[in-house]
């Protein structure tokens, strides 16, 4: 089932006098349940395009159907609410706060959305569990290193059960061991939950952990590969 569905984004910056056109008539459908990586160069526009599927940035024109809403057309409150009841998000930079623990991280977004405190406490224990966390949810990012950091965030996207999880260069700041492990749990979050997990990188390494790879060049998506199917260890 395609979840996603965005047709005819454009999308440009001014700057200066200069004029530059990052999206230019890009189409494309994300299906649930899988993990779907957007590769291309370093700068060909990957970071605006998610911005603009998640609800965070508006097109020039274009429109965006996520989980039938159409996103651009929804006003600001509504588009805040969409956002904080179904997606996740999980930066290249982590964003945690440094003076949280692993399990006080989790347990933010479950507040905001007016979850009480003993619930919230036991889902972020759960989804710190899914991510093999358990034995760290006491620890404060200084104490964490690189791919456990990234696997908090992971978490802390998870915990909201969102139908859509989106990750900008998840494992750019990670050796290659942990860039592994966070994409395979990616890829895991989208099968067992039947999760729509879009995930963006230039890093080629990637490419054969996801179910699915758009190519991206030239403000267009180019090519569609669909891996074949294989087992869940299988790296
Ligand atoms: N707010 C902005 N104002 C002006 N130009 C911008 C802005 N955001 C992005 N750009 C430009 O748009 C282009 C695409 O940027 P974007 O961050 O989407 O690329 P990217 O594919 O994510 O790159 P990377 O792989 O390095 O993260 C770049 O040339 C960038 O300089
Ligand atoms: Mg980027």
């Not at 159409?70 to 179904?86: A, E, K, P, Q, V």
């Not at 991280?105 to 966390?133: C, K, N, S, T």
């Not at 390494?205 to 891996?227: F, K, P, Q």
């Amino acid at each position: 089932m395609s979840t996603l569905i965005a047709n005819d984004l454009r999308m440009g910056y001014t700057s200066g006098k200069l004029r530059a056109e990052v999206l230019r008539g890009l189409s494309l459908t994300v299906d649930a349940g899988q993990l779907t990586l957007i590769a291309g160069p370093s700068g060909c526009g990957k970071s605006t395009l998610l911005s603009i599927l998640s609800g965070l940035q508006r097109p020039d024109k274009g429109s965006v159907m996520a989980l039938s809403e159409d996103l651009w057309r929804s006003n600001r409150r509504s588009l805040d609410h969409f956002r904080l009841r179904h997606t996740g998000f999980v930066f290249q930079g982590f964003n945690l706060f440094p003076a949280l623990t692993a399990l006080e991280q989790v347990m933010l977004p479950l507040g905001y959305m007016g979850v009480g405190d003993r619930a919230a406490r036991e889902r972020a224990r759960v989804a710190l569990d899914e991510v093999g966390l358990t034995p760290r949810a006491h620890l404060l990012p200084a104490e964490l290193s690189g791919g456990e950091k990234q696997r908090v965030a992971i978490a802390r996207a998870l915990v909201k059960h969102p139908q859509l999880l989106f990750a900008d260069e998840p494992t750019s700041a990670l050796d290659a061991a942990n860039g592994q492990i966070v994409i395979d749990t990616l890829r895991r979050i989208a099968h067992e939950h039947g999760t729509t997990v879009l995930c963006v990188s230039h890093d080629p390494r990637l490419v054969t952990h996801a179910d699915r790879v758009l190519e991206m060049e030239d403000g267009v998506i180019w090519n569609d590969r669909r891996a074949e199917p294989k087992s869940e260890n299988a790296s």
